[in-house]
């Protein structure tokens, strides 16, 4: 014999049984449609309530009614007393009664067919309502089985609704930019991605032939093996600084949690007196102009970004040229400015060199002397991209003429502290 149920469990379990037999699902069109009747039933009543106090007030008002006594002399020799007729006093009451009795079957009738009538108007206003919050919200249900098709490999399809410029039409538009913004984050994930498989697939590379060279020697040396072993390690310092810059460009995309203060004139005298002997061997010139630059942010990441700009611009320079670097506080910005001269760079090509792994007719893996700047990834640039825009600073690069390339990068302004 089965166990009774408690009372709340019981009846948790018929509202489970329910719910699963169909009653409908609270979509906003229900909810759309319950509120347009509910307004509807609630202003007819309201309506009916103030139409059915004032005719009730008009009927129980009382008439006015002219009276007339006439005086009638009874023949004889002595007059008929004054008095009420008992006859009219009946009539006026049976009058009376029929009055009241038409009142009441009047307002009886108000009440039963007003009430008819918004019934009826209630039943039409959820038909009604039922269609418009469905016309209205259709190009919800668009936008819905849209985002629930669209997967990573379609992120190129678009709503594109029509119509009139209202809520819905700018939801629409904004879920379309959202789109675009995940396709093109999504193609550079996956050109980034397969650009850094490429990048540490040829020190790996390297570092395998090596050491199969080596011990392949049938008469290996002290001189061979050491040889073989610094190149080895060489290949190796190669993974760590790629590593390290791909790693400095993952923390630029992802912002800043919080800012300090950082003098940007003494970041750049910093990176030139470390950045001089490189330049001796390229035969660069350094022409730095510090003047004052305050700004707020990240010092290790503004270290990261003058130091790129100074390395790309000793890279990709010509034997006899020069760097000049500049900071200077304008419009309340500390603006940072790196022009050098090199080869000419076509100003079509300044945007795609911002992008990861990107070089201009040099091969992918760089050249020059070893552990001089000229041995590059193609990070440099884009690196100075992702730490500007976590700083919320402006990034442009524009031809220099004659050669070269000239960026400018400037920070915000330091918020002044109220006195």
């Known amino acids: 014999m089965p166990v009774p149920l408690p ?48 005719v009730a007030g008009a009927l129980h008002r009382a008439p006015t009614v002219l009276k007339r006594e006439v005086s009638v002399a009874a023949p004889g020799p002595a007059a008929r007393p004054a008095g ?18 038409q009142k009441t079957a009047m307002l009886h009738t108000l009440l039963a067919q007003s009430g008819i009538a918004l019934g009826l108007m209630s039943v039409a206003s959820v038909l009604l309502g039922w269609a418009v919050a469905g016309r209205v919200l259709s190009p919800l249900r668009t936008i819905t089985s849209t985002a629930r098709d669209i997967s990573a490999t379609s992120l190129h399809r678009r709503l594109a609704l ?18 675009a913004r995940l396709d093109t984050s999504f193609q550079a994930q996956r050109q980034f991605v397969a650009n850094a498989s490429h990048e540490l697939r040829t020190p790996l590379a390297r570092q395998r032939v090596l050491g199969q060279v080596a011990l392949a020697d049938p008469d290996p ?37 919080e800012r300090h203060p950082l003098d940007l004139a003494g970041l750049v005298r910093e990176a030139v007196a470390a950045r001089a002997d490189a330049a001796r061997e390229r035969q660069v ?28 611009a000793i890279r990709y320079n010509t034997p006899g040229g020069q760097v000049d670097v500049t900071t200077r506080t304008r419009d309340g910005r500390a603006v940072l400015t790196v022009a050098n001269t090199g080869p000419e760079v076509p ?33 440099g640039l884009s690196i100075v991209s992702a730490v500007a825009s976590a700083h919320d600073a402006t990034l442009t690069a524009a031809p220099r003429p004659g050669g070269g390339l000239v960026v400018t990068v400037g920070f915000p302004a330091v918020p002044t502290q109220p006195s």
């Open 7 to 54: 009372l709340p469990a019981a009846l948790r379990r018929l509202t489970g049984r329910i719910v699963r037999a169909g009653l409908p699902r609270r979509t906003v069109r229900l909810r759309l449609t319950a509120l347009y009747a509910g307004l509807l039933l609630v202003s007819g009543a309201v309506l009916l309530a103030v139409t059915y106090g004032l």
């Open 84 to 101: 009420p007729d008992p006859s009219m006093t009946a009539l006026r009451k049976d009058v009376q009664r029929t009055v009241d009795h």
């Open 162 to 179: 029509d119509g009139p410029h209202d809520e819905l039409r700018e939801l629409g538009d904004t879920f379309d930019a959202l789109l």
């Open 221 to 257: 040396t002290v001189e061979s093996l050491r040889a073989a072993h610094e190149r080895i390690l060489a290949a190796g310092r190669q993974q760590e600084r790629l590593i390290e810059a791909l790693l400095t460009l993952a923390r630029g995309h992802a912002g800043l949690d």
């Open 285 to 312: 010139t350094l022409r730095p102009t510090t003047g004052a630059a305050v700004s707020s942010g990240h010092r290790a990441l503004a270290e990261r970004l003058v130091a790129n700009l100074l390395d790309n």
């Open 347 to 379: 100003a079509e090509a300044v945007e795609r060199i911002l992008l990861p792994f990107q070089r201009l007719g040099r091969a992918r893996t760089g050249g020059g002397p070893r552990g001089t700047p000229s041995q590059g990834f193609g990070l």
